[in-house]
């Protein structure tokens, strides 16, 4: 199934968010930073696999993920790629494949750089015993789902692809963008590193910023972070427009 057609709103927006989600997970959430966020179209992106895509395969390959969402893409407006933890390194390799003109900036979060070493031990190697257990200690996952074989049997499949992507993928070689790099981190986040969260710088000639806030690897879903997220937006959307 592909991406459902995205509706313009009214006004038109001045800068499309594109936001891809964290492994196994649905891209829904990010239908709460709408009214966070005026003038700017959000736009969550569905793998298949996951949230309302459950029904298809998950993709294992990274490239062949990477080109399904070329396609989604629409470059009528400027915009900005965002992504949090899996959803970072699937942004980044977006980025590098969409035209530099359009893009007007990424923001990670909860991902150290591609060039940097995993900050923990793979996951997706687990039996599902100690897999699950991890997940509980990660947070974001509600306790309902890891309680219930039957959703897991669902859900597990898509994950453990992700986080098999997310463990062994490697960049291209010089792989930097042009664009500004906005990276958030967490201070408890046990998956990413100050250093490693740093390193993005490298993955750029544009704009750097590193904001490391409160919270776990999940600090995205504070209430204020679409708040914090808004002030960079404005920045990149007044740059593209000068």
């Known amino acids: 199934m592909k991406q459902r057609a995205h509706l313009e709103p009214s006004p038109e927006p001045r800068l499309r968010l594109y936001c891809l989600p964290h492994a196994g997970g649905g891209a829904a959430h990010y239908n709460r930073w709408r009214p966070v966020l005026p003038g700017v179209l959000v736009t969550p992106l569905e793998l298949p696999g996951h949230g309302t895509r459950l029904a298809e395969p998950p993709i294992r390959d990274m490239n062949a993920l990477v080109a399904s969402l070329v396609a989604t893409i629409s470059t009528t407006i400027p915009f900005v790629l965002f992504g949090h933890s899996f959803g970072a390194l699937v942004a980044y390799e977006l980025a590098l494949r ?3 003109e359009s893009l007007a900036g990424l923001v990670v979060s909860g991902r ?8 923990a031990d793979p996951l997706h190697v687990l039996p599902d015993g100690p897999f699950i257990a991890r997940l509980r200690r990660l947070g974001g996952m509600p306790e309902e789902l890891l309680d219930d074989p039957g959703l897991l049997r ?3 499949p898509a994950l453990r692809a992700d986080l098999e992507m997310s463990a062994t993928g490697r960049p291209a070689a010089d792989p930097r963008l042009r664009a500004p790099i906005t990276v958030f981190g967490a201070w408890d986040d046990d998956l990413t590193r100050p250093d490693g969260l740093a390193a993005w710088a490298r993955e750029t ?7 490391m ?3 776990g690897h ?3 879903r504070d209430p204020g972070f679409p708040v914090l997220l808004r002030a960079r937006l404005d920045r990149m959307a007044a740059a593209v427009s000068r």
């Open 112 to 119: 150290n750089a591609p060039s940097e070493p995993p900050a």
């Open 218 to 220: 999940f600090f995205l």
């Open 213 to 215: 806030l409160p919270g």
């Open 98 to 100: 969409l035209p530099p």
């Open 205 to 211: 000639t544009g704009p750097f910023e590193l904001a």
């Open 154 to 156: 669902l859900y597990l």
